[in-house]
Nanobody
Framework: QVQLVESGGGLVQAGDSLRLTCARS????????MGWFRQAPGKEREFVVG????????YYADSVKGRFTISRDYAKNTMYLQMNSLKPEDTAVYYC????????????????WGKGTLVTVSS
């Protein structure tokens, strides 16, 4: 089993920055691709950003390209999401996700989810 715990959410103003953290614990004997999804009120959960298990590949939703950056610290089993130039439409619960073999960009490829952290961007 793998446990994912998000932190770093909060209330910010449009144009501000925020960094989310996802700490992974549990089974670490195999590599996991990791990523972030988000779900706004009344909307479906959507892919935001992902990183391969090796860190050599990253994937971004068009809506966040150029503003968000994903990274991971293997020594700490931690993943980060740096969010800059935040917009009100970025308001959502952000979920950390891990995939052992499926696509990190597809909900169906996710093996583990965190409980989420709320990001609210005011205009």
């Amino acid at each position: 089993q793998v446990q994912l715990v998000e932190s770093g959410g909060g209330l910010v103003q449009a144009g501000d920055s925020l960094r989310l953290t996802c700490a992974r614990s549990g089974r670490t004997s195999i590599g996991y691709a990791m990523g972030w999804f988000r779900q706004a009120p009344g909307k479906e959960r959507e892919f935001v950003v992902g990183i391969s298990w090796s860190g050599s590949s990253t994937y971004y939703a068009d809506s966040v390209k150029g503003r968000f950056t994903i990274s991971r610290d293997y020594a700490k089993n931690t993943m980060y999401l740096q969010m800059n130039s935040l917009k009100p439409e970025d308001t959502a619960v952000y979920y950390c996700a891990a995939s052992s073999g499926g696509s990190i960009r597809d909900l169906r490829g996710i093996d583990y989810w965190g409980k989420g952290t709320l990001v609210t961007v005011s205009s």
